[in-house]
């Protein structure tokens, strides 16, 4: 069966996950986070994509963006991979793939189901026990300097009238762990490449995507009586 061309959408937040090669390393220290985060960001300015958040973790990129166009997504992540990988390679000796296949994405909500997300990554997700070696440090809640190269999100405004008040709300929602049964919903997103959010989000973007994109029920359909 071919596979779906990926849906990507301008003037809707993504959420990228791209990792290391069978799960291999894809910074090894400071300096390799320095130039990833650099490559991110000129990426994401040459495609005008709006980053909102993002983590670099030892085998896994993790990224929330808004494109300003539909091929934005998918330049930037082409432009990040082949750069970083070159880059890694030369400075490490080695050659090969860098990056495990395609990156994964979901296109998300606005409004709760960005919030989510925002906080996940904000609040330094781990991996096997490893924190994030660059990312935003949860700077919205006021406890590092801001990223600069970093546009917040609608939803992130909606949560106060000012920048005192948007800090204090989203301090209290990053000590809220996200429900098991939306991190599930937004893990089979991410694999699936589909939509996360209300069903009539999902519905709306599959007029504009012009296909179905509404997991179907596993098991064949009930006889009719």
């Known amino acids: 069966m071919a596979r779906q061309p990926r849906l990507s959408l301008p003037g809707v937040v993504h959420l990228l996950v791209q990792?290391?090669?069978?799960?291999?390393?894809?910074?090894?220290?400071?300096?390799?986070?320095?130039?990833l985060r650099q490559i991110l960001?000129?990426?994401?300015?040459?495609?005008?994509?709006?980053?909102?958040?993002?983590?670099?973790?030892?085998?896994?990129?993790?990224?929330?963006?808004?494109?300003?166009?539909a091929e934005g997504i998918s330049r930037m992540m082409q432009a990040i991979g082949r750069r970083h990988a070159a880059a890694f390679n030369h400075r490490h000796g080695r050659s090969g793939a860098?990056?495990?296949?395609?990156?994964?994405?979901?296109?998300?909500?606005?409004?709760?189901?960005?919030l989510q997300v925002l906080c996940l990554i904000d609040a330094d997700p781990a991996e096997d026990g490893q924190r994030p070696l660059c990312g935003n440090r949860a700077h919205r809640s006021g406890a590092s300097p801001r990223d600069p190269g970093l546009v917040d999100p609608p939803a992130y405004w909606q949560l106060g009238n000012t920048p005192f008040e948007r800090e204090a709300r989203y301090r209290e929602r990053l000590t809220e762990p996200v429900p098991q049964a939306q991190g599930r919903a937004l893990q089979r997103a991410l694999t699936r490449s589909a939509p996360y959010g209300s069903a009539a989000f999902i519905a709306r973007l599959g007029l504009l995507a012009g296909r179905e994109l509404q997991p179907r029920p596993r098991g064949r359909p009930p006889r009719a009586r």
């Open 98 to 114: 860098l990056w495990d296949g395609r990156f994964r994405s979901a296109l998300i909500e606005d409004g709760e189901p960005t």
């Open 19 to 35: 990792r290391g090669h069978n799960g291999g390393a894809i910074v090894h220290d400071e300096t390799d986070v320095e130039q």
């Open 41 to 69: 960001h000129a990426a994401a300015r040459e495609q005008q994509v709006a980053l909102h958040a993002y983590a670099l973790l030892p085998r896994r990129l993790l990224v929330l963006a808004t494109p300003a166009s």
